[in-house]
């Protein structure tokens, strides 16, 4: 609660407590306190610990902390995620890191109040900074770009989160192409490596996006949901 940095060495030495609320608890207050000595040890909990009140606290703390590669390491879990608790809480991370603090939060609490009322309102919002940021682009380009948000609309609407997944990723690399002259190629790591000199955070939503596209196979079963696209969605419309 003090967010007293005096308690750090105390609280690294606590990760290794049998304890998992104690741990938990721990992980919490170095993520409120923002020393990023821990960053190593969150990380391993991410990918590797079995209890969920660790990785939720680990994700939680990484975004706190906002260490941006951890997106890379969030996204995994998220995508082998059984239970819906876990997924939630570390979409909610993987949002922080992505935005600003607590906005995909509340995304999701009004998604839970009204559903499929934040697509609509997210998309909005992209095709008005599409405009805005087009307005000395080739008409076309322009067009073509509003009709790939508007698509993306229709099929969340439906449900198909595949061909949602499709177009995000074609609409992102239209935007870094926009922005940067990001050259598309089917090299999509060299894309993403490219971006990352202008944005990181960007290139870690090109990444996830592409993750998406591919496909989230647990079990030979599409594991992508809603959550997942309106994650995808979120990014986009940054």
């Known amino acids: 609660m003090t967010k007293d940095r005096a ?3 105390a609280l690294l030495l606590k990760l290794d407590d049998p304890d998992g609320e104690t741990r938990s608890e721990c992980i919490r207050a170095l993520g409120e306190i923002g020393d990023h000595r ?3 040890r969150l990380l391993d909990f991410v990918s590797q610990s079995d209890d969920i009140r660790i990785v939720t606290a680990s994700a939680g703390a990484l975004a706190d902390l906002r260490e941006i590669p951890a ?3 969030i996204v995994p879990r998220m995508k082998d995620a059984t239970s819906v608790v876990l997924k939630r ?3 909610v991370a993987v949002g922080e890191l992505m935005g600003e603090r607590d906005e995909f939060y509340k995304v999701l609490i009004k998604e839970q109040q009204t559903g499929g009322s934040q697509a609509p309102r997210l998309l909005r919002r992209l095709r008005r900074e599409i405009k805005r940021a087009t307005r000395r682009e080739p008409r076309m380009e322009r067009a073509k770009m509003i009709e790939k948000a508007h698509k993306i609309e229709w099929s969340f609407d439906k449900g198909e989160f595949a061909s949602c997944a499709d177009l995000l990723l074609e609409l992102a690399l239209d935007i870094a192409a926009l922005l940067w002259k990001v050259e598309r190629r089917e090299d999509i790591q060299g894309v993403i490596d490219e971006i990352s000199g202008h944005d990181k955070v960007f290139a870690a939503g090109i990444w996830h996006l592409d993750q998406l596209h591919r496909q989230w196979l647990v079990s030979n079963t599409d594991t992508r949901d809603g959550l997942d ?3 995808g969605i979120y990014f986009s419309r940054q």
């Open 7 to 9: 308690a750090v060495d």
């Open 38 to 40: 821990a960053v190593p």
């Open 71 to 73: 997106i890379y390491r």
């Open 89 to 91: 809480s570390l979409a």
């Open 229 to 231: 696209i309106l994650l």
